[in-house]
């Protein structure tokens, strides 16, 4: 009896912490929503070699998404010092941020609204190998006339940014 419920408490425990993170779903309102927001909804995209090891193994990545009412101080960040500090350093440019932990092969669709502020969404990718990967990707949202669609893509050390443009990916 006790064998067949382990797999069981197993399977249940695994659901509940992946609908825990809370990232898929209805839109969640951005702390300055409000009228002319837009809702940004899209996929993020692991692939199965991302993030590789001194073995070539694949390895899970820390992502942040960054709503940002500028891009200014996101560009022009080093690494160490987002990484470290990314609420000092994006000041008054960050509205709001998320973090997560994605790994090798995971699709994890998202779909939130944003308020008027928000036009740039950042994102950075802690990789393993650090400031050495392709670690950050932007777009300008404020130009998506109330709904935008993105796919975020963590392929080996790098993290991409697509706007998707009736059905197609346009780099962002």
């Given at each position: ?9 197993c399977?249940?425990?695994i ?8 990232f898929a779903g ?5 702390t ?6 837009i ?7 692991v692939s199965e070699?991302?993030n ?9 990545v820390?992502?942040r998404?960054?709503?940002?009412q500028?891009h200014?101080?996101f ?8 990484h ?14 998320e ?11 998202f779909?939130r609204?944003?308020?008027?502020n928000?036009?740039?969404?950042g ?14 990707a932007?777009t ?8 935008e669609a ?12 697509w706007?998707?443009?009736d ?6």
């Amino acid at each position: 009896m006790v064998k067949s419920i382990a797999p069981l408490a197993c399977l249940v425990l695994i659901a509940a912490i992946l609908s825990g993170c809370g990232f898929a779903g209805e839109p969640k309102p951005d702390t300055d929503a409000g009228i002319g927001g837009i809702v940004v909804r899209g996929e993020i995209l692991v692939s199965e070699d991302v993030n590789p090891d001194q073995d070539g193994h694949p390895a899970p990545v820390r992502l942040r998404i960054y709503r940002l009412q500028s891009h200014h101080h996101f560009k022009n960040a080093d690494f160490p010092s987002l990484h470290d500090d990314d609420e000092r350093v994006l000041a008054t440019d960050l509205i709001f941020k998320e973090e997560m932990t994605v790994y090798p092969g995971n699709r994890i669709p998202f779909h939130r609204a944003w308020g008027p502020n928000a036009r740039y969404l950042g994102v950075m990718a802690i990789f393993g190998t650090g400031e050495n990967a392709e670690w950050r990707a932007l777009t300008d949202v404020s130009r998506a006339g109330g709904s935008e669609a993105v796919i975020v893509r963590l392929q080996d050390s790098s993290v991409s940014l697509w706007r998707r443009v009736d059905g197609m990916g346009s780099s962002g």
